[in-house]
């Protein structure tokens, strides 16, 4: 076990999903031809001013508020200085020491830790992460679990930049700038230091994607860039000189869950060599920024130039603060719904589902959830609709890339099989042969029954047949008399053979039964 | 009496009469700029052949009987501050040399559709940062009274327009005074609205809290026709005000009863032209003889007005002018060059193995930023862009910025108190007459000095007006102020209009309009 702890907080910028950007009506369209997304306003252009979006506001509220956030009556913009050719004005406008929200968190289930000794209440290097008090849920079944509330320093509001490409092919130094994105609303999301490993970390992004999904503010695609992740990133070693923490690093460009959690994993070894080697503790060195190199699996260090970066932020006088009445707030914790921690709670008490099942469910969306406790509330059983879900409706999905919304079968029509399962009307095996069938035909389940010649063989009947071929096959018997329970199965497929609606199980039943009687040979 | 020389609302009452064409009005002033602009330097372009033609169109409209815009055919001259669609707009900087903004400001597009006859753009200090047109980066503007002397500035060239009689009506800006300094040097009358009274999107931006758009014309009463068509919310500046505009020019005939005018001591302090002082002092007279009853008033933060601007205006201007750095805004440095310098001096600092040097040694952006920055601006834009830097610079923010935002709340606070006492405040709007060309260009201090009495109300936001109260024995034009109350432009206008009417001083045109070159 190496004799340190991972201390780990996370910078996420999210692009909000409005159609327009934040200060401007320009569309936010992903993937349009270079700078045809731009107007004066959002290149910057002399004499233009930011109007406010009041969507990209609203969609950020919420998103605090999911967070269990603080908000601010009373906040303003500020401009971000820096010279770079992707930033047109000169300035981003960002929110600096008046952010709208401040300190909130975000309940994770974070993956129990072998070893190291992390998890929920280990100590952090700005605070301690709060344990679940007493009215969290309880610690969930699946015993890999734990419920953790990674804290939240602030979320603010800004305006993302153009993007840069270069061209580095030698000789040809070109830069080419596309400002479609310049301009896009951006909710930077700042976590206390409260992740103990990269699991942790990947824990808590899902999480966050989820609770972004359900709130719908944001498509979160990582690759489109709607969701950026920067981390800081230091160890807590443990010395017999006590706890020494070694410097913060910045790990920015990780383009994938995986990539930050590969990351996480690659920095810890590496700055405990680092300190191995120097010695050096939090506060020797400056903050190093180091990039992800995703197809080496590897962070380096990035360049930085000498003079330290001042922002010389400035209140932006061409924007007026924006008041937040506590009766807005209301209206919109109004329209938050039910958001991941209390949908997966509500599964688990009205459905008796798993912790594993509820998390996997509520991870596909309010959608897919929604439908999910239709068919529970019609069939009658959480737990066999949550089975079919995952095994069978799931599969389907994810074979044909389907969104629950256009998969063909609706949670009525598929309680109508899964109460004829349930009856015993037929067997599972058949279920999913009729499923299978109402897919392609999208037939009722008890029309398709019916064309499949499905019906419940009377119990008579199924002794009969039973005895008839017990009588054919005395070796069989035998074999079960001496305990070779797999013999039934040969004399189950020869049964189902000669009729194909027999319960399997029943059949099983009827045939111990029989066996039993029949006098030793 | 030629038709130039007619007031705004004269023009526009013989236009809506048919007694006048705007494009026999619009030829008159453009031969009137021929005559006399080779001399006064007011514009930086005139658009002839768009002028005439936007004039024979709003004609022809009037003689179909169709609906004709407010201005009904005026010409109007545009500090060229403003941007105007697919035009030059360069903010009299060699930076904006080739800017061609392809939309138009607000205040442009309510010209238009109220039918102005845009005759051209009006010389100013670059990025509209001075007090005497000296600092435009193409050249300077004269006063028409005196053309060894400046017309003041910013809004040099929209003031000396008007008073050479070369347009009826301009469009300045004021930020510290640019509006009402040079229209008290030129003998006009100029008005620096309420901070969000007229929209400010299109305009380029200097202080963003201070800037604001303004009439200048002959008289009060024109004044108010121009403001009447230009003020009013803008969805596109957030900082524009939702309230509604009222009829100026209805308003304006009816005298004020039991005028309270406030009168600052410390206005009539060192540094105040005794010619100034005792004309100031017969205006207020004026208002007297009229039945106005004087108020002594304080402002005691009024004397930090000076050092607050110079923080505040400053911080803003360097986070403002960024953008022009060549990349994507304003003028661009030789690349070529640039590079192949650059990559001498790698050479030789790698030859003498000087790391520290290299070290320093600019990456190729940098420069450009450096070089296209150094090239395009004048000096007193860097002065102003070193001067913010460095107050909004980690550690001196607190110290200057911050500070400087206190004393602007107290300056507002005085404003506050002292119109609980009385409705307006009359004073001097300059120190002195218009000053020589070159006389202040060494000593910018001096330079800030001439905004004295102006800079107060755009730190607190409110509307003054500048207007004529007389001449020195030098023959030059001698102005006084009246400030008010946030949106009180309506009384600003009607106290204007009594001392107008009581007086005279302000229909004598300058020689120049009387006598052939």
């Known amino acids: ?521 | 009496m030629r038709l130039v020389e007619q007031t705004a609302t004269q023009l526009l009452a013989q236009l809506n009469a048919g007694e006048v064409t705007s494009l026999e009005l619009t030829r008159a002033c453009l031969d009137q700029i021929h005559r006399v602009d080779s001399r006064v330097k007011a514009f930086l372009r005139v658009r002839s052949d768009a002028a005439i033609a936007t004039a024979e169109e709003i004609d022809q409209r009037r003689k179909n009987g169709q609906p004709v815009g407010r201005l009904g055919g005026l010409p109007v001259a545009v500090k060229d501050l403003l941007c105007t669609a697919g035009e030059p707009t360069t903010a009299a900087s060699r930076m904006l040399e080739h800017f061609h903004p392809p939309y138009d400001a607000t205040v442009i597009a309510r010209l238009r559709s109220a039918d102005a006859v845009i005759v051209g753009k009006t010389n100013m200090d670059e990025f509209a940062m001075g007090g005497s047109t000296e600092n435009s980066g193409f050249f300077p503007t004269r006063n028409p009274w005196d053309l060894q002397r400046t017309p003041g500035g910013s809004s040099g060239g929209a003031a000396a327009s008007v008073a050479a009689r070369m347009t009826p009506l301009s469009v300045g800006s004021d930020t510290g005074g640019s509006i009402r300094q040079p229209a008290g040097l030129c003998g006009i009358t100029g008005l620096k609205p309420t901070y969000g009274r007229v929209s400010r999107y299109g305009v380029i931006a200097f202080a963003s809290s201070l800037d604001q758009i303004g009439p200048l014309g002959q008289t009060a009463e024109d004044v108010a026709l121009l403001l009447e068509v230009i003020a009013g919310h803008d969805p596109l500046d957030s900082t524009s005000v939702a309230r509604p505009v009222p009829r100026y020019t209805q308003s304006l005939r009816e005298p004020l009863k039991n005028l309270r005018l406030g009168v600052v001591q410390e206005h009539y302090g060192e540094g105040l032209n005794h010619e100034v002082a005792a004309a100031v002092r017969e205006a207020i007279n004026v208002y007297k003889s009229l039945g106005a009853r004087i108020v002594e008033i304080e402002l005691p933060h009024a004397r930090y007005g000076i050092a607050t601007y110079y923080v505040i205006a400053p911080c803003e201007a360097s986070s403002n002018l960024a953008r022009y750095d060549g990349v994507h805004y304003g003028h661009r440095a030789d690349e070529k060059r640039l590079i192949t310098e650059l990559a001498v001096e790698r050479a030789r600092l790698e030859q003498a193995s000087d790391q520290a040097g290299l070290d320093r040694l600019d990456n190729a952006l940098v420069k450009l930023y450096r070089r296209s920055r150094a090239e395009g601006f004048g000096a007193e834009v860097k002065r102003r862009i070193m001067l913010g830097t460095y107050a909004l610079s980690a550690g001196y923010y607190d110290a200057y910025y911050v500070r400087a935002l206190k004393v602007r709340r107290l300056i507002r606070n005085d404003y506050d108190a002292a119109f609980k006492s009385c409705d307006l405040i009359v004073g001097p709007v300059t120190p002195d007459t218009a000053f020589n060309l070159g006389e202040k260009s060494a000593d910018p201090l001096s330079l800030y000095l001439v905004d004295l009495y102006t800079v107060t109300a755009n730190l607190a936001g409110i509307g003054g007006i500048a207007l004529p109260c007389g001449m020195s024995k030098a023959g030059l034009p001698i102005g006084f102020q009246l400030q008010g109350p946030a949106f009180t432009e309506e009384t600003l206008l009607r106290a204007a209009y009594m001392f107008q009417q009581a007086t005279n001083g302000h229909q004598h045109p300058p020689a120049i309009v009387t006598t052939n070159a």
């Not at chain 1, 949908?343 to 912790?355: D, F, H, I, K, V």
């Not at chain 1, 069939?379 to 069978?392: E, H, I, L």
């Open chain 1, 1 to 521: 076990m190496p004799p340190y702890t991972l201390i780990i907080g996370l910078e996420t910028h999210v692009q909000l999903s409005t159609a327009t950007k934040l200060f401007c009506r320009c569309s936010t369209k992903f993937g349009a031809l270079p700078n045809t997304q731009t107007c004066p306003v959002c290149i910057g252009m002399p004499g233009t001013l930011p109007v406010m979006n009041r969507e990209a506001f609203e969609l950020s509220l919420r998103t605090a508020l999911a967070l269990n956030c603080s908000i601010h009556q009373f906040t303003k913009w500020d401009r971000k200085q820096y010279y770079y050719p992707d930033l047109p004005k000169g300035y981003q406008i960002s929110q600096y020491d008046l952010p709208f929200s401040y300190e909130g968190w975000l309940e994770i289930q974070a993956p129990l830790s072998l070893g190291q000794g992390n998890g929920a209440g280990a100590e952090g290097s700005a605070g301690t992460a709060t344990p679940s008090p007493q009215h969290a849920p309880p610690q969930r079944g699946r015993g890999s679990l734990v419920s953790k509330r990674i804290r939240i320093i602030r979320a603010h509001l800004e305006e993302d930049a153009g993007k840069s490409t270069h061209d580095e092919t030698a000789g040809v130094a070109d830069s080419r700038i596309d400002l479609n994105r310049a301009g896009t609303p951006l909710l930077e999301i700042v976590s206390h230091p409260d992740l103990r490993s990269a699991a942790e970390t990947r824990a808590y992004l899902a999480e966050l994607k989820l609770l972004l999904t359900y709130l719908g503010v944001s498509d979160c695609n990582m690759q489109e860039g709607s969701l950026r992740v920067d981390a800081n990133i230091n160890l807590h070693i443990d010395t017999p000189q006590g706890k020494i923490a070694t410097p913060i690093v910045e790990v920015k460009n990780m383009n994938s869950f995986r990539a930050v959690e590969r990351a996480m994993e690659y920095e810890a070894p590496r700055q405990y060599e680092v300190w191995q080697e120097t010695g050096q503790k939090l506060g020797d060195v400056p903050k190093q920024t180091r990039g992800w190199d995703d197809v080496h699996e590897r962070t380096y260090g990035q360049r930085r130039k000498e003079e330290s970066s001042d922002y010389r932020y400035l209140p932006d006088p061409d924007l007026v603060p924006v008041t937040i009445s506590a009766e807005k707030l209301e209206q919109l914790r109004a329209t938050l719904g039910e958001l991941p921690a209390q949908l997966r709670t509500r599964l688990e008490s009205t459905y008796g589902l798993t912790a594993y099942d509820s998390e996997v469910l509520v991870n596909q969306g309010r959608e897919l959830v929604d439908y999910f406790v239709q068919l529970a509330e019609l069939c009658g059983n959480g737990k066999q609709a949550s089975n079919w879900m995952q095994q069978d409706v799931m599969r389907v999905m994810g074979e044909q890339h389907l969104s629950i919304a256009e998969y063909p079968i609706g949670p009525a029509a598929l309680a109508e099989l899964l109460k004829a399962v349930k009856a015993g009307e037929l067997d599972t095996t058949r279920g999913r042969e009729v499923l299978a069938r109402m897919l392609v035909t999208r037939n009722s389940a008890a029309v398709v029954i019916q064309d499949l010649g499905i019906e419940k063989v009377d119990e008579s009947d199924m002794y009969a047949l039973c005895q008839e071929l017990l009588n054919a096959n005395p070796k069989i018997v035998d074999d079960l008399k001496s305990g070779k329970q797999q013999a039934a199965g040969s004399l189950i497929g020869q049964a189902k053979k000669r009729n194909p609606n027999i319960n399997p199980a029943r059949f099983r039943e009827i045939l111990a039964e029989l066996v039993a009687r029949e006098p030793t040979s």
